[in-house]
Structure formats: C-alpha cells, structure tokens
C-alpha cells in the first residue's frame, strides 16, 4: 500500500463496483506496462465522469497495487467555455477531500486566436498546459481518461477520415521518453464508467466544448450505436482489427500505419 494513498468515502456499491473495474484497468497496466514502481502519475481531469473514475480507481488502487506511485490531478480550464453556472468550487472540495494534491492551469490562447476554438486546437493547448505543468512538477507519466468507446471511435475516425486502420495507443512516450502518456481504461465501457460515476456522486462538470454535438467523434459515436443495434460485437471486432493489422505490421506483412492516436 502507498504511503501517498488518500482518503477515500465510498459506499459498499461503490466499492464493489471500483474491484471489478480494477480487473480490466489492472490488466490494461500488466498488458502494457502504465504504471511502474516510483511513478508519479500526472492525472488529466476534465471534471467529467472518465477521467473522475480513473482518479478514483488509481487511488483506490494504490492501496493493494504491487508497485507504488503517486497521483498528481491536473485540470484545464478555458474560461471561454465555462457555463455560467459552472463553478470549480464542488470539484476543488471533491479533490481536498480525496487527499490527492491537485492544480488548475489555464490554457495559454493568445489573444488574437478565432475563437471558438477548432477540436485541433483546443486539443492542442490543453495538451501543452498537461505537458509542460507534468514536467514541472515531476511526474514522467500522464493519464488520460480514454475508455474501450474512445479507441472504437477514434478508430472510426481514422478509417473514415484518414484511410488509416489505427487507434487510441494504451501507451506513448513523447519528448524522448520525457513524457509518456497512458491509457488505463482502454478495456473498460463506457457504460459502466456512467455507472460507477453515478454510484460515487462525483461533482461533474456542467460545462462543455461548445462544438461537441457537431464533432467527428460524435458523428463516430452516433454511427457506432447505431451499427451496434445490428451488431452488438462492433466495437469488439474494431478492437480485433487493429490488434490483426498490428500483429501483420509485426511480421511485414501489412504497410506499416501512422500513429494516429490522437487524431481528434
């Protein structure tokens, strides 16, 4: 057990809910080695119900983990994008009471960038606010909330958008290994993440990207349910897809793919 290990309240649900989701994330951090002994673990915390679940999970994790690490909880705001109502105040109080060391950045837009901003860009600058704030602060690993959805998804938009069968990488180092993000709820649905964020009562945020409803990913999203409802397996063949194409380029007997991870 870390020594690090905040205080956690939850209820018997919650428990229950948080050990059988921690067999899917353990076996996404065996599969591809996330997290190892002495990590300090930079957490991206949008405030929404992912990246509030693996927070929650890797800190009740610590305790039985067989490496230890620390978690450091990272948000980005762009206050052109905050709801009225929308207050960091329940999630600062949600942070304190979980004991883990937290910070809030702001993203750096220069004045004379058109706004609203484009999903390249918004992308862009929060993920320079994570890096170089994760760096500053010590921490070589940086976790993201993308769940077995987002790898389906994205791995749609790649097909659909760039000709390309790849997706959502569990893990990729940056910067010369400087920075390596990771992905510890690559196995897990997201189904069940709504669940257990409804079960814990996590302080989520109202806000959000004022173009989500007319992204590509929700194009992806909405094209997805909608072939599940003939095909309950899609987003399980999508996966075996790119595990095939990945296991051909192995043997040099696919034209090796770009990395695509982060196309937004």
């Not at 960038?113 to 860009?121: D, G, H, I, Q, V």
């Not at 989520?204 to 004022?210: E, I, Y």
Request: glycine share 6%.
């Amino acid at each position: 057990m870390s020594e690090h290990a905040g205080s956690i309240h939850t209820n018997a649900l919650a428990d229950r809910l948080a050990f059988y989701l921690l067999k899917k994330v353990n076996q996404a951090i065996r599969d591809h080695r996330l997290v190892e002994e002495g990590d300090r673990v930079a957490v991206a915390v949008s405030g929404g119900k992912d990246s509030l679940s693996l927070l929650r999970l890797l800190q009740v994790r610590q305790h039985s983990a067989p490496e230890r690490y620390d978690l450091v909880a990272l948000h980005v705001q762009d206050e052109s994008q905050r709801g009225d109502g929308d207050s960091l105040e329940p999630l600062e109080a949600w942070l304190q009471q979980a004991g883990v060391e937290y910070h809030f950045l702001a993203m750096d837009v220069g004045q004379d960038e058109p706004r609203p901003l484009s999903c390249f860009r918004c992308a862009w600058h929060r993920r320079k606010a994570l890096f170089l704030t994760a760096q500053r602060l010590g921490c070589h690993k940086l976790a993201f909330g993308h769940h077995a959805d987002d790898v389906a998804h994205t791995t749609l938009l790649n097909l659909f958008y760039h000709g390309r069968l790849e997706t959502m990488a569990p893990r990729v180092a940056f910067f010369d290994g400087q920075i390596t993000v990771i992905r510890p709820l690559v196995y897990v649905p997201e189904k069940e993440l709504v669940r257990f964020a409804r079960v814990c009562g996590f302080p989520l945020q109202s806000g959000c990207c004022p173009q989500a409803a007319a992204s590509r990913r929700q194009r992806m999203r909405e094209l997805l349910r909608a072939v599940e409802q003939d095909v309950p397996r899609a987003k399980r063949n999508l996966t075996r897809a790119v595990q095939r194409c990945r296991a051909a380029q192995m043997n040099e007997q696919w034209p090796r793919c770009q990395n695509a991870g982060d196309v937004l």
